[in-house]
């Protein structure tokens, strides 16, 4: 049993906010993309696509003239770590558990080595199936912060991605009581 679903996040305020603002259907996409990584990577997909689903709500408003700047976007990037911090707080004040919570933000953390000098990182495989699911999504140019999605097509694809979850769930239960 999950503590919060993706809904419950999504209609979090905070979350409307700052996920709407780095774009809702990106947002739901890398969640979808994390959902079919985590089986392959064994990675529990309620804290994949939680993650997923919240990897850039640290996105600043890097706009000029009413549009988003990538280029200055890509110069002063620290949105991984403003979105760790601000996707903890958050779900620690939806009741999720909070080893999972740190988990996720810390996931949120290491999605992009933008903002870290060169080099690589090592990830666990939580970590790398948010990364990998983000540049699956990404486009050029940023292009794929600017998709947009009505709120009504938002919450049944974030309720199917739940019910997905749920049934994961569901079968690991089953798998365990059967072994």
């Known amino acids: ?10 209609n979090h305020p905070h979350v409307q906010k700052y996920v709407k603002r780095s774009g809702m259907v990106h947002a739901i996409s890398t969640a979808y ?10 990675v529990d997909p309620d804290l994949a696509t939680k993650a997923a ?7 600043y408003t890097w706009y000029k003239n009413g549009h988003w700047d990538y280029d200055m976007y890509k110069e002063n990037d ?39 000098p ?16 983000d540049e699956a999504d990404e486009e050029p140019g940023g292009n794929h912060h600017y998709r947009t999605i009505s709120d009504m097509k938002a919450i049944t694809m974030i309720k199917k991605l739940d019910e997905m979850v749920d049934e994961y769930h569901e079968e690991e239960k089953v798998k365990h009581s059967v072994s």
Do not use: C, W
């Open 118 to 133: 060169a080099g690589s990182l090592n990830l666990n495989p939580l970590q790398k199936v948010v990364a990998l699911s």
């Open 33 to 42: 993309h994390a959902y079919r990584l985590s089986q392959k990577y064994g």
């Open 78 to 116: 620290i949105h991984a770590i403003k979105g760790a911090e601000r996707a903890h707080r958050i779900l620690v004040s939806l009741g999720e558990d909070r080893k999972n919570a740190k988990e996720i933000a810390l996931a949120i953390l290491l999605h992009t080595d933008s903002y870290l």
């Open 53 to 59: 689903f919240l990897h850039d709500i640290g996105h």
């Open 1 to 10: 049993m999950r503590n919060i679903s993706l809904l419950d996040l999504y």
